[in-house]
C-alpha cells in the first residue's frame, strides 16, 4: 500500500456525496497530492477528512488580487493531501475546519487577523494574532499593505482580550506573563483555582509578531533560507531545510547527496542539543539541580564542536538552497566520532542516578497527563504526540533523502506524562546518536552545493522535515525573476501549545513549570 492509496477511497466518498474537486498537477508539492475544491464544500471537505482519519496540520491564505486563496493540508499514513479554494476578497467567506479539527482553531484566526477571512462556524472569533496593533479594516497579508505598516505613536495595550470568567467559592485566578521573570519570550497564561488545584488554563501567544510571512514577500532564495533560520532559533536547521526544500523542489534543483548527509547529521545534532537542555530544565523544575548542570555541561560541549564543525553553535545559516554552506573534514569527523561515545556514556551514568531517586519520579510520573486520544485530536507532534501513542515520524513515515536509507526508530509510549515526554526524549537522543554514527560513516564523496536554477513565475514548492519538536511545512510560490511571493512555515508549535491547556488540569500550580517545559512550545515558531 502506498502513501497516498488512502485518498482513492476518500474522491470516491467525495465524489458519492457530490463534491466536485479538480486535481492539480503540481511537481514542486509532492509529496503531497493537491486539489481545488469549492468554497461551499469546504467544510464537508474537513467533515469527510475526519471520518477518514485524517489528521489536519496547517493552513495559510495567499492574497491573488480579487480572491483570497486559502490551503488546507491533511495526512494520512504517510500520504499528503493539499486542498485549496478561492474566495472574493469583497466578501471572504468559508466555513471552518474547527468544528472537525480542533488544531484548525489557533491557524484558521489566524488567517482571519491577517487577511480578513470569516470562518463563519468557527467556535472562537477573538484575535489571535493582530492583538490591538492595526485597525479593524487592516490586513497586514494582503498585497496592499506596507510592509512597514502604519503604527500609532503607541498601540493601546491588549486588555480587551475575553478570557474564561470563572467564579465561585474558592475559585480565583493567576495572571502569568506576558513579560517572564527569565530571557524567555513573551506569553501571557491565564489560570483559575481552587487552592493548589488548576481548574483552566488559558494561554495568549503572539506577543512579538515578526511578520515574517510579510517580509519574506520579494526576497531571493538566499534570503528566505536566512530568513526561514530564524522563524525559531533553536530550531534553525529543520526550518531552513525545510524552506530551502521547498524552493529547490519548485525549481527542480536536485540537491548532491553528501550536501544531504551533512544536513541530516545537522538536524540530528540539533534534535540532541535541544533534547540535552530540556532533560536538564524539567530536572530543575522539580529542584533536582544535578540533572541540570550535568545535562547543561554536556550540552555546551556538544555545541562547542557543532561552532568548531559548521561555524556556529546552533548550525545558523548553514542549510542554502541547493546544498550546505560548510563541509566537514576528517579531522572533525573524527571528533563528532568520540563525542558520541563520550556522550552515550556519560547519559548512561546520568539516568541510572536519576532512576534510583523516587523524589525525581514522584514530581514526573503521572504529571501532566494527556491521553492518547486528546492527543491524537489535538494534532501533537514531535515527542508530545510519541509519549501519547502518536506513532508518527517523517524521517519514518514519508521518509525524505538521506533518511530513506536509514532504519529510524521512534520511541512511541502512551503514558502520557511528563516522565514519558522525558522518556521519549531520552531514546530519541540515543537513535539520534546511532543516525548520525551512521551518517558519518557512509558520508558519501562529492560536492555540497548543487548550482541553481531560476524557477518560472507561480511555480509551488512543499518542504516537511522532521524537526526536533516535530513534523515542520514550508510552503514557497516564486514570483517573476525568482524572487519569493509567498512563504508559510508551520512550527510543530501551533498543534502543541493547546496540549498545554488540557495537560496541566487538575495538577497543582507548583507543577506549571515542568509541565510546560516537558511541552517547551516555541513562542517563535508560533509568532510569525
Not at 541530516?264 to 544535578?290: K, Q, Y
Not at 546552533?314 to 566520532?337: N, Q, Y
Not at 501551533?494 to 516555541?522: M, Q, R, T, Y
Amino acid at each position: 500500500m502506498t502513501h497516498m492509496a488512502w485518498l482513492t477511497s476518500f474522491f470516491t466518498r467525495l465524489a458519492q456525496e457530490g463534491i466536485a474537486h479538480q486535481d492539480e498537477q503540481v511537481t514542486g508539492l509532492a509529496p503531497a497530492r493537491a486539489i481545488r475544491i469549492s468554497a461551499e464544500y469546504w467544510g464537508q471537505l474537513a467533515q469527510h477528512a475526519s471520518h477518514h482519519g485524517c489528521r489536519w496540520l496547517a493552513c495559510w491564505g495567499e492574497d491573488h488580487g480579487r480572491d483570497i486563496v486559502i490551503h488546507a493540508v491533511f495526512e494520512k499514513d504517510g500520504g499528503y493531501l493539499i486542498a485549496r479554494s478561492s474566495i472574493a476578497k469583497g466578501s471572504p467567506v468559508l466555513p471552518s475546519h474547527t468544528p472537525y479539527f480542533p488544531a484548525a482553531n489557533r491557524p484558521e484566526r489566524h488567517i482571519q487577523d491577517m487577511y480578513g477571512v470569516a470562518f463563519s462556524d468557527h467556535p472562537d472569533t477573538r484575535r489571535w494574532t493582530r492583538h490591538r496593533a492595526w485597525k479593524n479594516s487592516q490586513y497586514p497579508l494582503r498585497k496592499d499593505f506596507p510592509v512597514a505598516g502604519t503604527p500609532a505613536a503607541q498601540t493601546p495595550p491588549g486588555d480587551n482580550y475575553r478570557f474564561l470568567f470563572a467564579h465561585g467559592p474558592g475559585v480565583y485566578e493567576i495572571p502569568v506573563g506576558p513579560v517572564h521573570a527569565g530571557i524567555i519570550e513573551p506569553g501571557h497564561f491565564r489560570f483559575q483555582a481552587v487552592g493548589e488545584m488548576v481548574l483552566n488554563l488559558e494561554e495568549r501567544l503572539g506577543y512579538v509578531h515578526k511578520g515574517t510571512e510579510k517580509i519574506a514577500e520579494g526576497r531571493d532564495p538566499m534570503a528566505l533560507a536566512r530568513l526561514a533560520g530564524r522563524v525559531s532559533g533553536d530550531t534553525t536547521v529543520a526550518h531552513s531545510w525545510a524552506a530551502c526544500m521547498a524552493m529547490e523542489k519548485a525549481a527542480m534543483v536536485e540537491v548532491p547527496e553528501r550536501a544531504l548527509f551533512l544536513r541530516a547529521i545537522m538536524a540530528e545534532r540539533e534534535r540532541i542539543a535541544n533534547h540535552l537542555g530540556d532533560i536538564g530544565a524539567i530536572c530543575n523544575d522539580v529542584a533536582f539541580s544535578f540533572s541540570f548542570y550535568q545535562f547543561g555541561r554536556l550540552r555546551e560541549e556538544w555545541q562547542r564542536l557543532s561552532r568548531d564543525a559548521f561555524g556556529h553553535r546552533f548550525m545558523m545559516d548553514c542549510v542554502v538552497p541547493g546544498g550546505v554552506a560548510h563541509d566537514l573534514v576528517t579531522m572533525v569527523i573524527e571528533s563528532m566520532h568520540a563525542q558520541n561515545g563520550v556522550v552515550r556514556l556519560e547519559l548512561d551514568k546520568i539516568f541510572a542516578i536519576q532512576n534510583e531517586l523516587p523524589s525525581l519520579e514522584d514530581r514526573l510520573v503521572t504529571t501532566g497527563y494527556l491521553s492518547p486520544e486528546l492527543a491524537t485530536t489535538l494534532g501533537c507532534q514531535g515527542y508530545v504526540g510519541r509519549a501519547s501513542g502518536v506513532d508518527f515520524d517523517l524521517r519514518r513515515d514519508a521518509a525524505y533523502a538521506p533518511y530513506d536509507r536509514l532504519n529510524v526508530h521512534v520511541p512511541c509510549y502512551r503514558y502520557g506524562d511528563v516522565a514519558a515526554r522525558v522518556r521519549v526524549r531520552v531514546e530519541e537522543i540515543r537513535e539520534s546518536l546511532e543516525m548520525i554514527e551512521t551518517l558519518l560513516t557512509e558520508l558519501p564523496e562529492g560536492k555540497i552545493c548543487a548550482d541553481w536554477r531560476v524557477p518560472a513565475a507561480g511555480s509551488e514548492g512543499l518542504g516537511l522535515v522532521e524537526g526536533w519538536r516535530g513534523e515542520i511545512l514550508a510552503y514557497v510560490r516564486f514570483a517573476e525573476g525568482g524572487t519569493i511571493a509567498r512563504y508559510y512555515p508551520r512550527d510543530p508549535s501551533w498543534l502543541n501549545w493547546p496540549a498545554l491547556e488540557h495537560l496541566v488540569h487538575d495538577n497543582i500550580v507548583p507543577d506549571f513549570p515542568v509541565c510546560n517545559k516537558s511541552v517547551n512550545g516555541s513562542y517563535s515558531g508560533h509568532d510569525l
